[in-house]
T-cell receptor
Framework: DGGITQSPKYLFRKEGQNVTLSCEQNLNHDAMYWYRQDPGQGLRLIYYSQIVNDFQKGDIAEGYSVSREKKESFPLTVTSAQKNPTAFYLC??????????????FGNGTRLTVT | KQEVTQIPAALSVPEGENLVLNCSFTDSAIYNLQWFRQDPGKGLTSLLLIQSSQREQTSGRLNASLDKSSGRSTLYIAASQPGDSATYLCAVKGGSEKLVFGKGTKLTVNP
């Protein structure tokens, strides 16, 4: 079955360390996204990419970095510059062709705790 | 700037009841509106997508309507079941082509 795999499910890090969250999809989607979800808040867009080797900042990109070297993969690095990194991180993908009729597909998320 | 509001934030109903979840948005220039379901600790599952030219979409016991001019959408769930308990989120896609999400309605269906 096609889908989006995020790993690991839980991640613990010490303050000051960079950490990379993995996201892989086998849906053959061109567009991929990273969202952050905090209690009591809506999802907020961190970065998105519509094609390999190209990506754009979302609404809260500061302290994060991404790469898109392969269509299937869109890893997110949370750097030590991110002031409040503890959150639930969600990766998503969608088609670009017929994009206004293409729903967003999500992975099961990674819960990052930084102490 | 697009803002999406979902009311109520939480809803508790007895099993078998028909119910309506509400979503409102401030900018009517949208491409589509999407409804999602989120179970605790999980990602979002797409339920329904309504394009801006459509008035409603149906899937099983779910029916979503869209009134773009008034900036409103409703998600109707018929004959609710305990398995419907989850958080329901709506999101709109506007001119920036980014999805803007509401904070969700947490639904509890009691057996």
């Amino acid at each position: 079955d096609g889908g989006i795999t995020q790993s690991p499910k839980y991640l613990f890090r010490k303050e000051g360390q960079n950490v990379t969250l993995s996201c892989e999809q086998n849906l053959n989607h061109d567009a991929m996204y990273w969202y952050r979800q905090d209690p009591g808040q809506g999802l907020r867009l961190i970065y998105y990419s519509q094609i390999v080797n190209d990506f754009q900042k979302g609404d809260i990109a500061e302290g994060y970095s991404v790469s898109r070297e392969k269509k299937e993969s869109f890893p997110l690095t949370v750097t030590s510059a991110q002031k409040n990194p503890t959150a639930f991180y969600l990766c998503a993908s969608s088609k670009v062709r017929d994009r206004h009729n293409s729903p967003l597909h999500f992975g099961n998320g990674t819960r990052l705790t930084v102490t | 700037k697009q803002e999406v509001t979902q009311i109520p934030a939480a809803l508790s109903v007895p099993e078998g009841e028909n119910l309506v979840l509400n979503c409102s948005f401030t900018d009517s220039a949208i491409y589509n509106l999407q409804w999602f379901r989120q179970d605790p600790g999980k990602g979002l599952t797409s339920l329904l997508l309504i394009q801006s030219s459509q008035r409603e979409q149906t899937s099983g016991r779910l029916n979503a309507s869209l009134d773009k001019s008034s900036g409103r959408s409703t998600l109707y769930i018929a004959a609710s079941q305990p398995g419907d308990s989850a958080t329901y989120l709506c999101a709109v896609k506007g001119g920036s082509e980014k999805l803007v999400f509401g904070k969700g309605t947490k639904l509890t269906v009691n057996p």
